[in-house]
Structures are given as structure tokens and as C-alpha cells.
């Protein structure tokens, strides 16, 4: 019973506390629409371009006709040098400029080939990698039909030309995502990287007010049992992060319809062992921590840094040798690689249990941890 | 005249030692029902060591305390039936004092019905949304006083409660105490003021971790002896040491 109104009085507190109230019930959720309105577009298309036709022949239209023609280009200049080129990608007007030379149609027909240039604004790499893409795209394009049109002046009629000039079919295929899209691969990911944050932080405040200062004198005049504290505290704070995802899951997996390779019932799982990870982590925290501030910048060392560490982004294995043992020590690491197969690949049990088994050791280490060194300051 | 069923606590040859200092020296008193005993002593003494070696916030170093029946160093059950105010202000610092109230009925396990009339008693009501750390040191102490009384517990053990704090205050602390023991319930009451003896029944002088039982008319004339031998030493030496307490 008393362990019960130990739980109720803990929800309570959180629920009093408008701060804390808005940052659980809505962050997750705010983060989640947040992200997902910026990555609504899913896939990067019509990346701002300009175009210099030196050439103005019918060669050089249909070159610019192609770069009309991509989805991910969209011309919004013609521009009469480069000059003018040069400041509209400077002044970030547009990302990409294609410039066409003046002799570009003879020498395609002369045969001597020719050369195209594209100036590609790498300050954004995002920009930069999807328009570098687009390029190649549609320079394969220009290539086959320069080269088609070549064999046709060597006599070959337009079938044998195509057929001699394309002997290679490269077929892609993107598995697991094939559209790339972006919201699928980021939105899910940042939302629960702003979930795990509030997560940890709230953890680190667990038993920081219990054992800190001099209120410890209140807890044990009153004969109440820290530990018994700590897992009524515990409780709620879990049950309370639970919840704080479901919309999350809900919104991602139900309304939007996100990719989703495994069962939802292994990724909830999943999600509660990692929970029970980071809470451990938190609480461990919240014992050794001097106090309430220095608890809070704890937290905030591994919770900030971790979402970037666990190789989500940028992948763990071009990172540094030295720093990839670091980042699989944290539990996020964990969970976001694993949620990452989970939600796109569902490659099994048997791959999964190293990601179950090492959260679910973090867990129960850190609870054991914290609750001998409760054991030993009661004892004290 | 004591009998065994009005004792509620029994110290027998309790020591309580600091590292390798011995605080408190082999001391050895009863609580009886409906008593106030004050633990008095000057800064240093071992008031606070004492007051919370029984109230179970620190091991017992040697000797044996029986609480309301319970060997204390064996059984916590006698902590239902205790409060404690502290020395130290020891309520939650992020807590207003509603909060503070509720957690701490939370943590005693008792009911809520007590604390309306706490708050009453204590006048407390203007005070209940407000963070502690902005309470004056009165309505601290009232507020303390209220929370270790959630429990109608059968011991108080109040450190220090009335010092330094306001008229009002103190007329309410005293007046609550008062009802309280009135009620049959006990009272080990730490202090360093001796004129704060209303209340009490015996003292306990406590001096270089020896102890000595006292009636409170016997502890102000050795107070008073104590006074005037200081007294004597200021008209002899114009700047000498004045007692500490």
C-alpha cells in the first residue's frame, strides 16, 4: 500500500510540476511533428539551379532540356556568364550551376567530345550529395546519347547503336528503403533522441532530493526504506517514459504509415529494455551525483553527445578507432543501432539478442549498483 | 515513581563515537510516558549525536536503546511511532510546503487526515504554496514541528525547535508540544537555552560527554553558578572567553 502511494505521490509530482509536465507529455510528440514537417518533402527534389549556355546550339538545349527534365534539378536562371553564376551560388541563390562552352555542339559533332561543367555549393552536404546525384544522373543521360549518336555516324542504324552502346545494364536496387526517403530514416530517430534526453534527464533527478542534503535525516527518521523509495520512484518514472513514447509510436507507425520490418510488439520490447537501460544509467547518477545541478550536467554529458556517437548519422565504422569502443559503452548506442534493424531490416532473434542482452545487462547492473550503494548508506 | 509500562524508551550505557572521538560517554536515562526531557548542553556537547543515535539516523557505537519495546539496533518499527525535527533545516529543498507535508506523510505512511489539523494548529494555511527556502526560520520550524507530527507519533525527538525564532512562532510550537504531551506522549526536547525549560520535566546536562540528570530548577542554579564564575572572570580580565552555548 504504501509502496503504491509512493508511486501515486511521484506522478503527482511530476504531473504538478507544469515544466516538467509539458516537456514529458508534449516534447516527444512536438519533436516528432517538428521533425517530421521538416522533413515532410521526404525525398530532396528541386534543388535550385542556374544554367550558362555558352553554346546556345540545338546540342546545348538538349542538354539543358535534360536538366529540365530531372525531378531533382529545377532550373531557376539562365545566366550569361559565369561571373553572374558565380555570385548567385555564392549568395545562395541557387546550389548548383551547369555551365555549357561555347564550342559544345561541334565538338560533339566533330566527335571530339566535349566537356560540361557543374559547380556543385558544397557547404551543405545534404544539398551537395543529392545534387552531385542529380548530376550524374543526367550527365549518363547526355553520355549514352552522345555516344548513340557517334556509332549512327559510324554507319550503325539506331537499334544496333543503342544495343552496342548500352551492353552494361547496372540494375539498383535500394532495399529497405528504396525511395531514401528521408522522413522514414531521420524523423523517428531525432524524436527519440529528444525522448531519450528528457528520459535521462528526469531519471537523474530520481533520488538526488532523498539523498542529498540534509532531507536524508527525514527519510530515515521515518523508517521507510530507500530502496523501497527508489522502486516506487522507479516505477512511475518508467511507466511515465512509456507513455511519453505511445503517441510517438502511434503517430510514426499508425497514422503515417513509417516503415516498420518488425513486429511492433519486439520494437516496444526493445524500447523498454532501453528504457530500463537509461533509467538505470540516470538513477546510478542521481545517487553520485553531489547534487541536484551537477546530477542535471551528468545527465546532460552523455544524453547530448550520444545520439551522434551511436553511429545513427554518421556511421560508427568511419569514425575513429579509438572513439568506437567509447560509443558502445552507451546504452543509446544500443538502442539506436538496433532500432534501426529492427524498423528497416527485421534480421532475426538471433542478431537482436546481443542488443537485448547488452541493454538489459546495462539495466541490471546499474539498479544494482544503486541499490548497494542504498543499502549502504541506510546502512551507515 | 517509574513503572515498566510507563517507560518508553530506555538508553543503557550508550557511547557514541566520531572516528576515534567519543562524543557521547556511557549514558544511561528513561523516557517515561507523557515526559518532556530536555537534552541540554552547550555547542558541542553531543546534543545532536545523541538525539540522533536514538531517533535511528546513526549506528549505535556501544550500549543498548529500547524504544517502545523495540532494541533499535535490531528493529525499525519503533520509527512509526516517532518524529523528528533537526537541528539542520532537512526538508526537501525542491519541495513547496504542501509538498513537503505530503511526501513526508507519504514517506511515514500515514493518512492525510492529520495534516489539515497540523496546518491549522500551526497556522500554516498562507504559507502552503510556497517554496521552503523562502519560509522565515519560525514557520521553518512550525512547518518541521507539523511534519513530524503527521505520524501522532508516541515520541518527539525535537533538536534545537525554538531557537532563535519569533514570538509568534515560538508560542505556537510550544503551545502544540504542550497539547501533545497532554495527550500522553513523550518529548526529548535538545536545547542550549536554558530558558527554555517551561516544558520540561528533567533535564539532561550534558558537558565533555558526561551526563548528569537534573531538575529543571536544579539546572538553573548550576547554570547561574556557571554564569557567575564567568561573571567573575570578566571583572578580573576586561576581554575573557563568555560561554558558548
Redesign the interface.
Known amino acids: 500500500m504504501q509502496l503504491l502511494a509512493i508511486m501515486r505521490r511521484e506522478f503527482f509530482y511530476m504531473w504538478n510540476d507544469k515544466g516538467l509536465r509539458y516537456i514529458l507529455l508534449l516534447g516527444p510528440v512536438l519533436g516528432f511533428l517538428l521533425f517530421y514537417g521538416i522533413y515532410s518533402a521526404q525525398v530532396l527534389k528541386n534543388i535550385p539551379t542556374a544554367i550558362v549556355d555558352k553554346d546556345n546550339s540545338p546540342a546545348s538545349r538538349e542538354v539543358i532540356s535534360d536538366l529540365e527534365g530531372t525531378d531533382y534539378l529545377k532550373i531557376v536562371a539562365y545566366v550569361d556568364d559565369y561571373e553572374d553564376l558565380e555570385s548567385m551560388i555564392q549568395t545562395g541563390q541557387v546550389v548548383v550551376g551547369v555551365v555549357i562552352p561555347p564550342d559544345y555542339g561541334r565538338d560533339l559533332g566533330n566527335r571530339n567530345g566535349s566537356r560540361l561543367m557543374a559547380i556543385i555549393d558544397g557547404s551543405n552536404t545534404i544539398y551537395a550529395t543529392n545534387a552531385n546525384t542529380a548530376i550524374l544522373g543526367v550527365s549518363r543521360t547526355i553520355n549514352s546519347r552522345a555516344g548513340i549518336k557517334n556509332l549512327m555516324a559510324g554507319g550503325l542504324s539506331i537499334a544496333q547503336a543503342t544495343d552496342a552502346f548500352q551492353r552494361i545494364d547496372f540494375y539498383q536496387d535500394g532495399w529497405f528503403n528504396p525511395t531514401l526517403n528521408y522522413a522514414y530514416f531521420l524523423v523517428l530517430a531525432f524524436a527519440l533522441n529528444v525522448w531519450q534526453h528528457c528520459c535521462m534527464l528526469a531519471s537523474t533527478m530520481n533520488i538526488t532530493g532523498e539523498t542529498k542534503f540534509s532531507s536524508w535525516l527525514q527519510v530515515k527518521a521515518s523508517g521507510y526504506s530507500l530502496n523501497r523509495l527508489f522502486v516506487g520512484k522507479s516505477l512511475t518514472q518508467i511507466a511515465v517514459f512509456i507513455a511519453m513514447l505511445m503517441p510517438v509510436y502511434i503517430l510514426a507507425f499508425g497514422v503515417l504509415k513509417f516503415t516498420l520490418a518488425c513486429n511492433i510488439a519486439v520494437l516496444f520490447l526493445f524500447t523498454i529494455v532501453f528504457i530500463l537501460a537509461i533509467h538505470s544509467l540516470g538513477s546510478f547518477i542521481s545517487f553520485i551525483a553531489p547534487n541536484a545541478v551537477d546530477a542535471t550536467r551528468f545527465g546532460m554529458i552523455i544524453a547530448v553527445p550520444s545520439f551522434v556517437i551511436s553511429g545513427y548519422v554518421w556511421p560508427l565504422e568511419a569514425m575513429p578507432k579509438l572513439l568506437q569502443p567509447v560509443a558502445w559503452i552507451l546504452p543509446q548506442t544500443w538502442f539506436f543501432q538496433g532500432f534501426n534493424f529492427l524498423v528497416f531490416k527485421n534480421p532475426g532473434s538471433n542478431f537482436m539478442m546481443p542488443y537485448f542482452g547488452v541493454l538489459t545487462g546495462i539495466a541490471l547492473l546499474f539498479y544494482l549498483v544503486t541499490a548497494l550503494l542504498i543499502y549502504r548508506k541506510e546502512r551507515c | 515513581m517509574e513503572t515498566k509500562h510507563d517507560v518508553v524508551m530506555t538508553v543503557t550505557g550508550l557511547s557514541q563515537k566520531r572516528g576515534d572521538r567519543e562524543i557521547i560517554r556511557n549514558i544511561s536515562f528513561s523516557l517515561l510516558q507523557g515526559e518532556c526531557l530536555g537534552i541540554f548542553g552547550l555547542r558541542g556537547s553531543g546534543k545532536t549525536t545523541l538525539l540522533?543515535a536514538l531517533?535511528?539516523?546513526?549506528?549505535i557505537s556501544s550500549g543498548a536503546v529500547e524504544i517502545l519495546g523495540h532494541d533499535i539496533r535490531k528493529d525499525?518499527?519503533?520509527?512509526?511511532d516517532?518524529g523528528?525535527v533537526?537541528q539542520?533545516?532537512?526538508?526537501?529543498?525542491?519541495?513547496n510546503v504542501l509538498?513537503n507535508l505530503?511526501?513526508?506523510a507519504?514517506?511515514?505512511?500515514c493518512s492525510q487526515q492529520n495534516t489539515a489539523s497540523l496546518i491549522e494548529k500551526l497556522e500554516l494555511y498562507d504559507y502552503l504554496k510556497k517554496p521552503i527556502n523562502s519560509l522565515e526560520l519560525g514557520v521553518y520550524q512550525r512547518l518541521s514541528l507539523a511534519?513530524a507530527l503527521l505520524n501522532n507519533p508516541k515520541i518527539l525527538i525535537a533538536d534545537e525547535i525554538i531557537r532563535d525564532i519569533d514570538l509568534k512562532s515560538h508560542q505556537l510550537i510550544l503551545k502544540v508540544i504542550k497539547s501533545f504531551l497532554e495527550a500522553g506522549s513523550s518529548c526529548l526536547w535538545g536545547f542550549s537555552n536554558i530558558e527554555d525549560v517551561s516544558l520540561l520535566n528533567r533535564l539532561i546536562w550534558l558537558e565533555e560527554g558526561l551526563n548528569e540528570i537534573l531538575q529543571p530548577e536544579e539546572a538553573m542554579v548550576k547554570w547561574n553558578e556557571i554564569r557567575k564564575v564567568f561573571s567573575d572572570m570578566n571583572q578580573a580580565d576586561p576581554s575573557p572567553p563568555s560561554p558558548e552555548v
Request: proline share 3%; glycine share 6%; charged share 35%.
Open positions: 540522533h531517533a535511528g539516523i546513526d549506528r525499525f518499527r519503533y520509527k512509526r516517532l523528528l533537526t539542520e533545516p532537512s526538508l526537501f529543498k525542491d519541495l509538498e505530503d511526501y513526508i507519504v514517506l511515514k505512511g511534519c
